[in-house]
């Protein structure tokens, strides 16, 4: 496991005189502030971060532009190394003459990748003037993250460079989540110096800020998604459950595993479970403001249905907006049966007598009934091939099923609501 920093190369704001003809860059030096700690006369943020967070490497990320010599030179100083004056002559002189369509091969940076250590990097990019510079950039980017090995720990710094790496860093790392927890990698924090506020006048040091709340908000906003696209709320109750909103995470776990196996008692309990929790206490930003998608479940399905066949067949329709078609399917074909229970006067939650209006819808006297074919020409056949993971080949198209799904279930609402099984279905 290594602690590692990566961190945007600027051009520098300043420049100093190193002979009568020549000009070296370096960026102003400032007091930082990290934690209660203050590091004076600190030129670079990495050094500051490296320092203290006792980092084993550091991975620079900057154009053929960026102050590549200025870098050399300070390292070489902070770790007790003479500066090899010809090498950084040849940086100074290769830079000077770079610009925007130079290649990336121009520039050596193999001494100065020796000087900061074998787990720090350089990588060069390209400005990202056009869109396929860009996805170049992400592309190195990434690479870069890949390279990392199983149980690294990231520092990530966005201060200087171009805004649009900043930006590209931040973006790159969320993008990729999933393989930094396939490896283990944890992001430590993301860190921007505030040199807008150094001035004597303000605050006079620059405070180095985490930005990693920004980062949490990307995994709300993943949250929010899941839960109202699909009805996944385990990312919200992770987040929930780190925030100390224990009763309400687990509610909103439960409910979501009650959704996924489609145990439609425990269902309508968790939702009512959840209504309570979501009006106690005081909600945490940011969930305060999307606890909305949650309430709007809980507002359809935690109040009593005045017949049970209802509550189903809108959990049907509930599972079909939100792309759980096996699970629709099941619910629907389930919601003919107890309707007919409850049309019959019978106990629908006794086998038999489900078993009893299953068969009555493939009598003779029924069979012509828009109900019986819907259930037994469509939706059961459906049901059928998704419950028993059918390969016959006979099984109804799965276009059929996604299309139609809605059609489905608004003719079932219409027979519902007729109180009737339809009427006589013509060929």
């Not at 602690?3 to 190193?18: A, C, T, W, Y």
């Not at 902070?78 to 770079?98: A, F, G, R, S």
């Not at 690294?152 to 900043?166: G, M, N």
Request: glycine share 4%.
């Amino acid at each position: 496991m290594a602690k590692i920093l990566i961190s945007p190369l600027g051009v520098g704001g300043r420049f100093k005189e190193q002979t009568k003809n020549r000009e070296g860059r370096e960026y102003q030096n400032t007091t930082y502030k990290i934690d209660d700690k203050y590091y004076h006369n600190s030129r670079f943020i990495s050094s500051v971060l490296y320092k203290h967070f006792d980092l084993d490497g550091v991975i620079f990320i900057g154009t053929v532009k960026s102050m590549w010599e200025a870098v050399y030179e300070y390292f070489c100083e902070e770790n007790q190394i003479d500066v090899n004056t010809e090498y950084w002559w040849n940086l100074v002189d290769t830079i000077d003459q770079c610009n925007y369509n130079s290649n990336l091969d121009i520039l050596d940076l193999s001494i100065l990748e020796e000087i900061l250590g074998t787990q720090s990097q350089c990588i060069l990019i390209k400005y990202g003037i056009t869109e396929e510079e860009l996805w170049e950039n992400f592309e190195r980017v990434i690479e870069v993250i890949n390279s990392l090995s199983n149980r690294d720990e990231i520092y990530i710094d966005i201060t200087h460079a171009f805004r649009s790496l900043s930006v590209l860093q931040f973006l790159s790392i969320t993008f990729i989540q999933d393989l930094l927890i396939d490896k283990e990698i944890t992001i430590k924090g993301i860190y921007y110096g505030m040199l807008e506020v150094a001035r004597p006048s303000e605050l006079g040091f620059t405070p180095i800020i985490n930005l990693m709340p920004f980062f949490e908000m990307i995994s709300w906003m993943q949250g929010a998604y899941s839960f109202k696209n699909f009805g996944n709320g385990y990312l919200i109750s992770q987040l929930l459950h780190q925030q100390n909103q224990l009763a309400l995470s687990k509610n909103i776990l439960q409910l979501s595993e009650a959704i996924n196996l489609n145990y439609l008692p425990t269902i309508q309990q968790r939702a009512i479970d959840l209504k309570s929790s979501l009006h106690q206490g005081e909600n945490t930003i940011p969930f305060k403001y999307l606890k909305h998608i949650p309430e709007d479940f809980v507002n359809q399905f935690s109040s009593p249905f005045s017949r049970q066949s209802d509550f189903q067949i809108e959990l049907a329709k509930w599972y079909f907006d939100h792309k759980h078609y096996a699970a629709g399917y099941v619910t629907l074909a389930e919601s003919i049966i107890t309707y007919l229970c409850e049309l019959n006067h019978l106990d629908f939650k006794n086998y038999d007598d489900r078993e009893k209006m299953k068969k009555m819808l493939g009598d003779d006297s029924h069979k012509q009934r828009e109900l019986s074919y819907l259930f037994n020409q469509k939706i059961n056949r459906i049901r059928n091939a998704i419950a028993h993971a059918s390969y016959n080949k006979k099984r109804p198209s799965y276009l059929d099923a996604i299309n139609n799904a809605n059609t489905y279930y608004h003719q079932i609402k219409n027979i519902f609501n007729s109180r009737t099984l339809g009427e006589i279905h013509h060929n």
